[in-house]
């Protein structure tokens, strides 16, 4: 037997707001989170522009007794799991907690903790490094963290699969509370890598845009790098209904696919893929969909292969749907991309507002569909997809409805 999932809550923390509903008003307004970084020096950067969470106080939301264990990426991930689950209402109560799981997608872990320390050890020789690095580093502790923090006890790890790291883990999560192995899920992304060391490996692969990120449009240069994180709330739609909780909406298919390719290059025959098995998962016509939010990175190469893949899978329907790249504004989290677009999504879907791309200067002769330029529209969605195409040819597409 399998089960509806539907989705109960949601958190976020952003470039462009600490809330899921600070988020949401920013993102359809068109607010961009790009700016001059002011969380690492930059006198050495050659791309001095981030999509930095702003203005955030660890002490607001931690003890200081249990900040040396957490790395940003971690507290990122608490925080917006803590929003969620008081959204949801869900208590983890009469062995709940052991009957739920915590499914967490990242890239690169606690990289922070990483370039600190190697600073330490390499330009300032240090003897000895705080006895904590190690579970403040390892790639588990965001969900390690959120464990602890929020009382689950069931099924709990990480999904490291570079940009598709939240997609991935998002869509385990469905496929077990579908299932009904389990009956809840706390699943999401997190990602805070704006480092000093790891903006100059991302120099090094000239991706970098130096101005801005403007996907899919005339003059598009590069990527800009993003942090933040975003988690969910899943049940199956009977226990929901049990305990009557506000259905904010459902996941519907799961999609992935490998381009067994190149390393770098993005390729569309894996693109495609994974868009046709998150549609068949779900039961779903290409004429069901009104609404992609593309991944939509602001290079050259992903937009013309995530537009060819679109029209691949969509046909003559891809001129009817409306697209748009949440990256312009948030930049690209990379290993918290899909999550922070799963929930835009899910947003889009309940308000009927498809959240506009910006910085769009004008079309591309290789991506000719309807990017959503500039401006949020008003426009009825009842089914949206999300994609997820990550380095090293992995691919990962949710499909979702509104809640009926």
Request: with cysteine.
């Amino acid at each position: 037997m399998t089960h509806r999932v539907v989705v109960t809550g949601w958190g976020v923390i952003s470039p462009i707001g600490h809330t899921a509903a600070s988020f949401w008003s920013n993102l359809s307004k068109g607010v961009s989170g790009i700016a001059p970084a002011t969380i690492i020096p930059v006198d050495q950067l050659a791309q001095k522009i981030v999509a930095e969470v702003k203005d955030y106080d660890q002490s607001k939301h931690f003890d200081e007794r249990v900040l040396p264990s957490l790395d940003r990426v971690s507290q990122f991930a608490v925080v917006a799991a803590r929003e969620a689950i008081a959204q949801s209402g869900l208590s983890f109560e009469a062995g709940l907690s052991e009957r739920t799981g915590c499914i967490i997608g990242t890239g690169v872990g606690g990289q922070n903790t990483v370039d600190d320390n190697y600073k330490k050890i390499y330009a300032e020789h240090a003897k000895r490094l705080h006895p904590l690095t190690i579970p403040r580093l390892m790639v588990n502790a965001p969900a390690s963290q959120v464990s602890m923090q929020c009382g689950i006890r069931g099924p709990t790890f990480v999904v490291a699969s570079a940009c598709a790291s939240a997609t991935h883990a998002i869509g385990l999560a469905y496929q077990q509370v579908r299932s009904g192995a389990l009956p809840c899920a706390l699943t999401g992304g997190t990602e805070a890598c704006i480092t000093f060391g790891t903006m100059r490996s991302w120099e090094a692969l000239r991706v970098l845009a130096p101005d801005n990120c403007r996907p899919f449009s005339r003059d598009r240069k590069g990527l800009v790098i993003g942090e933040g994180a975003a988690m969910i709330v899943l049940e199956t739609l009977e226990h929901a209904q049990k305990r009557s909780a506000n259905i904010l909406g459902e996941i519907v298919g799961f999609g992935m696919s490998a381009d067994a390719g190149d390393l770098l290059s993005p390729n569309l025959g894996g693109m495609s893929r994974a868009l046709q098995a998150a549609l068949a998962d779900g039961g779903l016509n290409p004429e069901d969909i009104q609404y992609i939010n593309a991944h939509g990175t602001g290079t050259a190469a992903n937009d013309e292969t995530e537009t060819g893949a679109i029209k691949n899978v969509f046909g003559a329907h891809a001129k009817k749907l409306a697209l748009s790249s949440n990256k312009s504004m948030l930049g690209h989290s990379l290993g918290a991309a899909g999550a922070l677009e799963l929930v835009a999504t899910l947003m889009s879907v309940r308000d009927s507002i498809a959240p506009p791309t910006i910085n769009y200067l004008g079309p591309d002769p290789a991506c000719d569909l309807d990017y959503v330029p500039n401006e949020a529209r008003n426009m009825r969605i009842d089914a949206a997809v999300s994609n997820s195409f990550a380095f090293g040819g992995l691919n990962a597409v949710l499909a979702v409805r509104r809640a009926a």
